[in-house]
C-alpha cells in the first residue's frame, strides 16, 4: 500500500528559512511542495522519508533565496493490482459503490466487479447482495474490504480562469488525477461485519 520512491528536483529555499538547519529547512520545502499531491505515474504522495543527496546551493539574480538540487526518498500511497484494502462505503448509487480511505477518497467499485446477483436498492439506498436467500446490505459507512483492480492515472490541466459565456463542471463531473478501481467478487470481500 505504501512505498518508498526517489525523487529528484530543485528545491527553492526562501531567506528566512536560513536560520534553521539547512537538512530541516529542504525537507520543510519539499513537503511543502510534495506532501498530499499526486504525482503522474507515481502515485499520492504523502511526505518526505529522507534526503539521499544534497547539492551545493546556487543564487540567481534579483532572489534572495537559495536552489538547492536534492535527491529524496518519499512515502508514496500506491497500492499494487490485487491488493486488498479496506476502507468505508461514501456513497450508493445505480452504478456503484464510492469508497474513502480517509486520507484517500477517489475509490469507486463498479456494479461489474461487485458479487454476482447485487443489486441496487432506491428505497434503501444501498447495494443488496442476495447470498443463497440471506439479503446482505453494502450500507453507507460500512466497513467493507476489496481488492485493487486497477490504477488509474489522468493528466489534469490547471484551471484557467473563467471566461464570459463557459460553464463552468460540476464537482462530479471533475475527473480525479488519481483514482482506484476495486472489485468485491470474492469471499472475504464486501462489508466487514459479514466475515466476522
Same mark, same amino acid.
Given at each position: 500500500?505504501?512505498?518508498?520512491?526517489?525523487?529528484?528536483?530543485?528545491?527553492?529555499? /526562501?531567506?528566512?528559512?536560513?536560520?534553521?538547519? @539547512?537538512?530541516?529547512?529542504?525537507?520543510?520545502?519539499?513537503?511543502?511542495?510534495?506532501?498530499?499531491?499526486?504525482?503522474?505515474?507515481?502515485?499520492?504522495?504523502?511526505?518526505?522519508?529522507?534526503?539521499i543527496k544534497v547539492d551545493d546551493g546556487l543564487l540567481k539574480p534579483g532572489d534572495g533565496a537559495t536552489? !538547492?538540487?536534492?535527491?529524496?526518498?518519499?512515502?508514496?500511497?500506491? /497500492?499494487?493490482? &490485487?491488493? !486488498?484494502?479496506?476502507?468505508? $462505503?461514501?456513497?450508493?448509487?445505480?452504478?456503484?459503490?464510492?469508497?474513502?480511505?480517509?486520507?484517500? @477518497?477517489?475509490?469507486?467499485? /463498479?456494479?461489474?466487479?461487485?458479487?454476482?446477483?447485487s443489486e441496487f436498492s432506491l428505497n434503501d439506498n444501498a447495494w443488496i447482495w442476495d447470498a443463497d &436467500?440471506?439479503?446482505?446490505?453494502?450500507? $453507507?459507512n460500512e466497513k467493507i474490504r476489496f481488492r485493487v483492480e486497477e490504477e488509474i492515472f489522468v493528466n489534469?490541466?490547471?484551471?484557467?480562469?473563467? $471566461?464570459?459565456?463557459?460553464?463552468?463542471?460540476?464537482?462530479?463531473?471533475?475527473?480525479?488525477?488519481?483514482?482506484?478501481?476495486?472489485?468485491?467478487?470474492?469471499? &472475504?470481500?464486501?462489508?466487514?461485519?459479514?466475515?466476522?
Amino acid at each position: 500500500m505504501f512505498v518508498l520512491s526517489r525523487l529528484s528536483d530543485l528545491i527553492r529555499i /526562501p531567506p528566512d528559512q536560513f536560520n534553521r538547519k @539547512a537538512t530541516k529547512a529542504i525537507i520543510s520545502e519539499l513537503n511543502k511542495k510534495y506532501a498530499n499531491k499526486v504525482v503522474n505515474n507515481l502515485g499520492l504522495i504523502i511526505s518526505v522519508w529522507d534526503l539521499i543527496k544534497v547539492d551545493d546551493g546556487l543564487l540567481k539574480p534579483g532572489d534572495g533565496a537559495t536552489f !538547492i538540487k536534492c535527491e529524496v526518498r518519499v512515502v508514496v500511497f500506491r /497500492p499494487f493490482v &490485487g491488493e !486488498i484494502l479496506t476502507g468505508w $462505503i461514501e456513497k450508493c448509487t445505480p452504478e456503484g459503490i464510492k469508497v474513502n480511505m480517509e486520507f484517500f @477518497a477517489d475509490i469507486f467499485i /463498479p456494479k461489474a466487479l461487485l458479487f454476482q446477483g447485487s443489486e441496487f436498492s432506491l428505497n434503501d439506498n444501498a447495494w443488496i447482495w442476495d447470498a443463497d &436467500g440471506t439479503k446482505l446490505y453494502l450500507d $453507507i459507512n460500512e466497513k467493507i474490504r476489496f481488492r485493487v483492480e486497477e490504477e488509474i492515472f489522468v493528466n489534469v490541466k490547471p484551471k484557467g480562469p473563467n $471566461i464570459e459565456g463557459e460553464e463552468e463542471k460540476d464537482e462530479e463531473e471533475k475527473q480525479p488525477s488519481y483514482a482506484i478501481l476495486g472489485s468485491c467478487q470474492t469471499d &472475504g470481500m464486501g462489508c466487514v461485519s459479514w466475515w466476522d
